[in-house]
């Protein structure tokens, strides 16, 4: 599995359980790690940009 696949199954699994009954907290920690892996995914895509040319 990719490193994007495995970023885009973590982003998924985290947006699920932000649909559950979260605590601030941890509502808070899951909408950090879903930046994180936002920002990982376009540094990865830039990345393949810069290697495709």
Known sequence: MSA?????AQKEQLLA???T???P???AEIQ???AKIETALK?????????AE
């Open 4 to 8: 994007v696949a495995k970023l885009l």
């Open 43 to 51: 540094l990865l895509g830039s990345q393949n940009s810069a290697a």
């Open 21 to 23: 009954d979260l605590g």
């Open 32 to 34: 950090v790690l879903l």
């Open 25 to 27: 907290n941890e509502r």
């Open 17 to 19: 359980r932000l649909d």
